[in-house]
C-alpha cells in the first residue's frame, strides 16, 4: 500500500464529489474534482486531496407547480458510511482568537489500476468547539462573508496542518482548484519562514512557495472570485503582518482570493483555450495557461454502452485514447446501447409522474445550474416558430435539470420561465423539469436523452463538462460555440454550433441572434437526420465518443497537468 511519504501532489477543492449519496458538491467545480481524483487513481498519480465534510451538504431542491424553487438542508449520516473513516489526527486553527479543533475523514478512492487516492474531510464538528464552531463546515456556499472566510481558513491553512501531522512531508505540488483553498499558501510561507528561523515571512520564502503552487481558474463571472474587506481578515486570521506585503495580499483594498492564487502560483491555467484567453484579459499581468478540462470516462458511460466498449474497444478504461475505436462498432450496436439507456431514463421520469415520454421521439437534454447567463430559456423565446417546427418536422421532449443558488433570485425566476412554456407547450411539446439534480440523475441524462444542449452566454462559459459527458455516451451536442465546444465542434460530424464565435453588440441581440441560429439548426438539421437519416445520425453518434470522448477526458487533462505543472 502507498503510504504518505510517497504522495508529492496535493489537491485542495472547497467541494469534491465523491458519490450522489455524500453531498459535498454544489455542481461543476466538484464534480469535476472528484473525476479528476478518480482519474489520478486509474493512473497511479501520487495524489492526496483535501476538502471540506459539509454535514448539510449544498442543499435539496423543490419545486412547486409554478417552479418556485424552495430549498433545504440535506444532512447526511457521516458515522453510518463504511467507507468513511475518521482518522486519528487532530490540528487547529484559530479563528476570531479563538482555537478551532478540526478532525478529518477519509474517503479513498479507487482506481482501475488498483491504486487509490486519499479524500481528507475537514470537520469542526467536535465537542470542545463552540457550537457556533461546530456549524463552520456545515454548508457548502452558505452564510456571509465572514462565515466564508472561516471556512476556507479551515480549508487552505487546517488542511496544510492536517497533510503535515498525517506524515504528508514530500509534497512538491499544491494544486488549488479554484481561489477557495488559496490561503494554503500563507500556511506554507509560515513554514518557510519557520525553516529559516524567521518570526515573518519575506520574498524569499514568496519564491519558494510559488514553485510549490498551481493554481485552476473557473469562470471569469464574479460570484466567483472571493473577496474579504481587510478589517474582516485581521479579524478573523489575527493577523496584519500579511497585509505588509500588499503585492501579495492586498488587491483594490480587499484581499481577493483568486489575485492571492496568481500571485503564490507559478503556474496558472483555465479550464479550456477559449476560457485562457479571457483569463489573461482580466488577469493582465499574469501568465495564464489553458488546459481543457475533461471527464472521467468509466463514471459516466452507461452500464449498456460500457459493455460494448468492453466488447470491442479494450484497455478503454485504463486509457481513454482508445475510445478513438468506437468508429470500428457497428452503427446497429451503438443504437441499440443508448437505446436501452434512454428507455431508462424514460422510465426514471415516469416513476416521477411524467408521463409520455416516448421513446421515439427526439429527446433534448439540458442540465446545468439555474443561472442567468446559462439562459436555459433561450429555446422558449418565441414559441409560436417552436410550435411551427415540431409541426413540420417532427415532435420533441425536452428534459430539464438544475438547481438555483439559493440567493440567485434570477436564476429562480428562470426556472419559473421554463415552468410557463411547460404550460403553454403542454398541448404540442413534452417538457419535464427534474427537481434535486444530483450525479446519479446526471448519468441518466446525459447517456439517455438523443442531443444534449447548451446556451451560455458567451464568453462566460469557461469549459463546461456535462457536453463531454454527454459525447462519451454518443450523445452529440447542440450548442453555442463557447468554452470547451469551441474545440469540440466538428459541425455535423461531432454535433452542431448555435451562432458563431464572435459576438454581438448587446446581450439581448446575441440572444436574439442565438435563437435564431438554434431554431434553424433544429429545424433544417437536427430533426431531418434524426427522423429521415438515421445512419449518418448514428454516425454522428459514433463520431462524438471517438472524436469527443476520447480527448475530452481527465486522462488527458491529468497528463497535461503533468507535464506542465507538476513535474516543472
Same mark, same amino acid.
Given at each position: 500500500?502507498?503510504?504518505?511519504?510517497?504522495?508529492?501532489?496535493?489537491?485542495?477543492?472547497?467541494?469534491?464529489?465523491?458519490?450522489?449519496?455524500?453531498?459535498?458538491?454544489?455542481?461543476?467545480?466538484?464534480?469535476?474534482?472528484?473525476?479528476?481524483?478518480?482519474?489520478?487513481?486509474?493512473?497511479?498519480?501520487?495524489?492526496?486531496?483535501?476538502?471540506?465534510?459539509?454535514?448539510?451538504?449544498?442543499?435539496?431542491?423543490?419545486?412547486?407547480?409554478?417552479?418556485?424553487?424552495?430549498?433545504?438542508?440535506?444532512?447526511?449520516?457521516?458515522?453510518?458510511?463504511?467507507?468513511?473513516?475518521?482518522?486519528?489526527?487532530?490540528?487547529?486553527?484559530?479563528?476570531?482568537?479563538?482555537?478551532?479543533?478540526?478532525?478529518?475523514?477519509?474517503?479513498?478512492?479507487?482506481?482501475?489500476?488498483?491504486?487509490?487516492?486519499?479524500?481528507?474531510?475537514?470537520?469542526?464538528?467536535?465537542?470542545?468547539?463552540?457550537?457556533?464552531?461546530?456549524?463552520?463546515?456545515?454548508?457548502?456556499?452558505?452564510?456571509?462573508?465572514?462565515?466564508?472566510?472561516?471556512?476556507?481558513?479551515?480549508?487552505?491553512?487546517?488542511?496544510?496542518?492536517?497533510?503535515?501531522?498525517?506524515?504528508?512531508?514530500?509534497?512538491?505540488?499544491?494544486?488549488?482548484?479554484?481561489?477557495?483553498?488559496?490561503?494554503?499558501?500563507?500556511?506554507?510561507?509560515?513554514?518557510?519562514?519557520?525553516?529559516?528561523?524567521?518570526?515573518?515571512?519575506?520574498?524569499?520564502?514568496?519564491?519558494?512557495?510559488?514553485?510549490?503552487?498551481?493554481?485552476?481558474?473557473?469562470?471569469?463571472?464574479?460570484?466567483?472570485?472571493?473577496?474579504?474587506?481587510?478589517?474582516?481578515?485581521?479579524?478573523?486570521?489575527?493577523?496584519?503582518?500579511?497585509?505588509?506585503?500588499?503585492?501579495?495580499?492586498?488587491?483594490?483594498?480587499?484581499?481577493?482570493?483568486?489575485?492571492?492564487?496568481?500571485?503564490?502560483?507559478?503556474?496558472?491555467?483555465?479550464?479550456?483555450?477559449?476560457?485562457?484567453?479571457?483569463?489573461?484579459?482580466?488577469?493582465?499581468?499574469?501568465?495564464?495557461?489553458?488546459?481543457?478540462?475533461?471527464?472521467?470516462?468509466?463514471?459516466?458511460?452507461?452500464?449498456?454502452?460500457?459493455?460494448?466498449?468492453?466488447?470491442?474497444?479494450?484497455?478503454?478504461?485504463?486509457?481513454?485514447?482508445?475510445?478513438?475505436?468506437?468508429?470500428?462498432?457497428?452503427?446497429?450496436?451503438?443504437?441499440?446501447?443508448?437505446?436501452?439507456?434512454?428507455?431508462?431514463?424514460?422510465?426514471?421520469?415516469?416513476?416521477?409522474?411524467?408521463?409520455?415520454?416516448?421513446?421515439?421521439?427526439?429527446?433534448?437534454?439540458?442540465?446545468?445550474?439555474?443561472? &442567468?447567463? !446559462?439562459? /436555459?430559456? $433561450?429555446?422558449?423565446? %418565441? =414559441?409560436?416558430?417552436? *410550435?411551427?417546427? +415540431?409541426?413540420?418536422?417532427?415532435?420533441?421532449?425536452?428534459?430539464?435539470?438544475?438547481?438555483?443558488?439559493?440567493?440567485?433570485?434570477?436564476?429562480?425566476?428562470?426556472?419559473?420561465?421554463?415552468?410557463?412554456?411547460?404550460?403553454?407547450?403542454?398541448? &404540442?411539446? !413534452?417538457? /419535464?423539469? $427534474?427537481?434535486?439534480? %444530483? =450525479?446519479?440523475?446526471? *448519468?441518466?441524462? +446525459?447517456?439517455?436523452?438523443?442531443?444534449?444542449?447548451?446556451?451560455?452566454?458567451?464568453?462566460?462559459?469557461?469549459?463546461?463538462?456535462?457536453?463531454?459527458?454527454?459525447?462519451?455516451?454518443?450523445?452529440?451536442?447542440?450548442?453555442?460555440?463557447?468554452?470547451?465546444?469551441?474545440?469540440?465542434?466538428?459541425?455535423?460530424?461531432?454535433?452542431?454550433?448555435?451562432?458563431?464565435?464572435?459576438?454581438?453588440?448587446?446581450?439581448?441581440?446575441?440572444?436574439?441572434?442565438?435563437?435564431?441560429?438554434?431554431?434553424?439548426?433544429?429545424?433544417?438539421?437536427?430533426?431531418?437526420?434524426?427522423?429521415?437519416?438515421?445512419?449518418?445520425?448514428?454516425?454522428?453518434?459514433?463520431?462524438?465518443?471517438?472524436?469527443?470522448?476520447?480527448?475530452?477526458?481527465?486522462?488527458?487533462?491529468?497528463?497535461?497537468?503533468?507535464?506542465?505543472?507538476?513535474?516543472?
Amino acid at each position: 500500500m502507498t503510504v504518505a511519504s510517497d504522495r508529492s501532489i496535493a489537491y485542495f477543492s472547497m467541494e469534491i464529489a465523491l458519490e450522489s449519496s455524500i453531498p459535498t458538491y454544489s455542481g461543476g467545480l466538484g464534480v469535476l474534482a472528484g473525476d479528476t481524483i478518480r482519474a489520478a487513481a486509474d493512473m497511479k498519480f501520487p495524489m492526496v486531496a483535501v476538502t471540506l465534510l459539509h454535514r448539510k451538504g449544498y442543499f435539496s431542491q423543490t419545486l412547486d407547480s409554478v417552479g418556485t424553487q424552495h430549498e433545504a438542508p440535506t444532512p447526511w449520516p457521516v458515522d453510518e458510511y463504511l467507507n468513511l473513516k475518521e482518522v486519528s489526527a487532530r490540528v487547529s486553527v484559530s479563528l476570531d482568537g479563538r482555537t478551532v479543533a478540526l478532525r478529518a475523514w477519509q474517503y479513498d478512492v479507487k482506481g482501475a489500476t488498483g491504486h487509490w487516492v486519499p479524500v481528507y474531510l475537514l470537520d469542526t464538528g467536535l465537542d470542545v468547539n463552540s457550537e457556533w464552531d461546530r456549524r463552520i463546515t456545515d454548508s457548502l456556499y452558505g452564510g456571509d462573508k465572514h462565515y466564508r472566510l472561516c471556512q476556507e481558513v479551515v480549508l487552505g491553512c487546517g488542511g496544510i496542518r492536517l497533510l503535515r501531522s498525517l506524515g504528508y512531508d514530500r509534497l512538491g505540488r499544491f494544486h488549488m482548484n479554484e481561489g477557495h483553498s488559496s490561503l494554503l499558501a500563507l500556511e506554507l510561507l509560515d513554514e518557510e519562514a519557520g525553516k529559516a528561523g524567521r518570526d515573518c515571512f519575506t520574498h524569499e520564502e514568496v519564491e519558494l512557495v510559488r514553485k510549490k503552487c498551481v493554481f485552476t481558474t473557473h469562470t471569469p463571472v464574479a460570484a466567483g472570485h472571493d473577496q474579504f474587506p481587510l478589517d474582516l481578515v485581521k479579524q478573523v486570521t489575527g493577523r496584519s503582518d500579511i497585509f505588509n506585503m500588499k503585492e501579495v495580499f492586498c488587491c483594490e483594498g480587499v484581499l481577493n482570493m483568486t489575485y492571492l492564487a496568481l500571485n503564490l502560483s507559478h503556474f496558472v491555467n483555465g479550464v479550456a483555450k477559449k476560457h485562457g484567453e479571457i483569463s489573461r484579459l482580466m488577469f493582465a499581468k499574469y501568465p495564464i495557461d489553458a488546459i481543457t478540462n475533461g471527464v472521467h470516462a468509466a463514471t459516466w458511460v452507461s452500464s449498456h454502452l460500457a459493455c460494448l466498449f468492453d466488447e470491442f474497444i479494450a484497455g478503454w478504461r485504463e486509457d481513454n485514447f482508445n475510445l478513438r475505436y468506437a468508429l470500428k462498432i457497428p452503427k446497429e450496436r451503438i443504437e441499440a446501447a443508448h437505446a436501452k439507456a434512454k428507455g431508462q431514463l424514460l422510465e426514471y421520469l415516469r416513476l416521477r409522474g411524467f408521463a409520455g415520454f416516448e421513446e421515439g421521439i427526439l429527446t433534448i437534454g439540458f442540465a446545468r445550474r439555474a443561472t &442567468g447567463y !446559462k439562459r /436555459a430559456d $433561450l429555446l422558449f423565446q %418565441d =414559441i409560436e416558430r417552436l *410550435r411551427k417546427i +415540431v409541426k413540420d418536422g417532427g415532435p420533441i421532449q425536452i428534459i430539464f435539470a438544475g438547481k438555483a443558488h439559493p440567493h440567485d433570485l434570477a436564476g429562480k425566476g428562470l426556472i419559473r420561465r421554463i415552468y410557463a412554456a411547460k404550460e403553454e407547450l403542454k398541448d &404540442g411539446l !413534452k417538457v /419535464a423539469y $427534474l427537481q434535486d439534480y %444530483d =450525479i446519479d440523475m446526471s *448519468r441518466l441524462l +446525459v447517456s439517455g436523452v438523443d442531443v444534449w444542449l447548451n446556451t451560455p452566454m458567451p464568453p462566460l462559459e469557461a469549459s463546461g463538462t456535462s457536453g463531454m459527458k454527454a459525447a462519451m455516451n454518443g450523445v452529440p451536442s447542440l450548442s453555442v460555440l463557447d468554452g470547451w465546444w469551441i474545440e469540440g465542434c466538428i459541425e455535423g460530424i461531432t454535433g452542431w454550433a448555435i451562432g458563431e464565435v464572435d459576438g454581438a453588440p448587446s446581450e439581448s441581440e446575441r440572444s436574439r441572434r442565438d435563437a435564431l441560429s438554434l431554431y434553424d439548426k433544429l429545424e433544417k438539421v437536427v430533426l431531418p437526420r434524426f427522423y429521415c437519416d438515421r445512419e449518418a445520425f448514428v454516425d454522428t453518434m459514433k463520431h462524438a465518443i471517438a472524436l469527443n470522448g476520447s480527448f475530452f477526458n481527465t486522462q488527458r487533462m491529468l497528463q497535461q497537468y503533468a507535464l506542465k505543472a507538476y513535474l516543472l
